[in-house]
């Protein structure tokens, strides 16, 4: 009887070794999975960085192209003024040359 006790302590000594080896394999996998997801956080919060940078980059290129294409109008515009003031200085050269001829007469 006291061989078997000593083979029943044995065998629970046994297994306590094995699940204490269990025990430190599930912590070390632990560990590697809550470095795996602080990574993966990492990354997250560069990559919802960079998406706001990019927003904001996005933001500022629509701005200067809004300002790009209010210029392009008021240059338009003011072609359209010259041209209309080339017009009208053409037209008074053409009646200061019938005036004068008529000096001349």
């Known amino acids: 009887m006291a061989g078997k006790a000593v083979q029943v302590m044995d065998s629970g000594r046994q297994e306590a070794g094995k699940s204490v080896e269990n025990a430190n394999e599930t912590d070390s996998a632990l560990g ?3 470095e795996a997801v602080d990574n993966i956080n990492q990354m997250n919060i560069q990559i919802a960085t960079a998406s706001e940078e990019q927003s904001l980059v996005a933001e500022e290129m629509n701005r200067n192209i ?3 294409k209010d210029m392009t109008v008021q240059t338009v515009q003011g072609a359209d003024q010259t041209a209309d003031l ?5 037209t008074m050269s053409d009646q200061l040359r019938g005036l004068s001829s008529s000096f001349k007469a």
């Open 86 to 90: 080339a017009m009208q200085l053409a």
């Open 32 to 34: 590697s999975i809550a």
């Open 66 to 68: 809004l300002n790009v």
